[in-house]
């Protein structure tokens, strides 16, 4: 009895050692797939779109038309090369002067998404920078002559005649941009987002006896301040054409 007992024993043991190895057998495939990590590809996609703060505003202001369109391009999983390029016709009133700026601007640059985005999505939070040059002219309409002092009657007329008022034309300027912003998933591919922009001047060329107080792109600018500020809220579309690893 004790015999019988010992093989018993022995034979348990055997198939105890066979079902391991066949366990080890089926998890060893699946460890090594897993150390074997392959990494997803990261989509490659052209997004481009406009600026619809630019095209309200030209729908609602008779001394604004303006329009922005804006593009981007997926290189890397949080890396994103960005477009705008726009034009704009302002009239304004500052001060005693009164005069229309028309022209065009490019701005050129990148967008880093810092946003882990869950399962499924695609939303991004982004920091950027980016260079922007404008090409325009300055329109001087009238201005009126500060007398402080009321001895001349007419002072308060607006002069929109002689050789200081006119076109001036041939101008530009050059700047960077600090962006900060977010885009909004809202369907499949359409996105609707909104940036913020510090502004700081690098160079602008002067009119002759004036300023440019308007730059399109910069928005105002002042005698002594060489910083701006300004935003778009866009819509965008996302067109997917390949994929990298």
Do not use: C
């Amino acid at each position: 009895m004790k015999t019988v007992r010992i093989w018993v024993f022995f034979i348990s043991l055997l198939g105890g050692l066979h079902w391991g190895l066949g366990q080890q057998e089926e998890v060893l495939p699946s460890i090594v797939a897993d150390s074997l990590e392959v990494k997803e590809k990261i989509p490659l996609t052209l997004r481009f779109g406009a600026d619809l703060s630019r095209i309200i505003r030209s729908q609602t202001s008779d001394d604004f038309n303006g329009f922005e369109a804006v593009a981007d391009l997926r290189v890397g999983e949080k890396f994103f090369l960005a477009l705008e390029l726009g034009n704009v016709e302002t009239t304004q009133q500052v001060e005693q002067v009164n005069f229309t700026t028309e022209g065009t601007y490019l701005k050129v640059g990148f967008d880093y998404n810092m946003y882990e985005n869950w399962e499924g999505m695609d939303n991004h939070v982004t920091v950027g920078l980016r260079f922007a040059s404008s090409s325009h002219s300055q329109f001087l309409n009238n201005y009126t002559v500060l007398d402080r002092t009321r001895f001349w009657p007419s002072s308060d007329i607006p002069i929109s005649t002689g050789y200081a008022t006119g076109e001036r034309p041939d101008l530009n300027a050059q700047w960077f941009e600090v962006v900060v912003g977010f885009k909004v998933q809202l369907l499949k591919n359409i996105y609707m987002g909104l940036s913020l922009r510090l502004n700081r001047l690098l160079n602008d060329k002067l009119p002759e006896n004036f300023d440019n107080i308007y730059i399109p792109g910069f928005n105002k600018k002042t005698e002594d301040n060489i910083f701006g500020a300004g935003f778009n809220y866009t819509l965008t579309y996302s067109l997917p054409f390949g994929s990298k690893k």
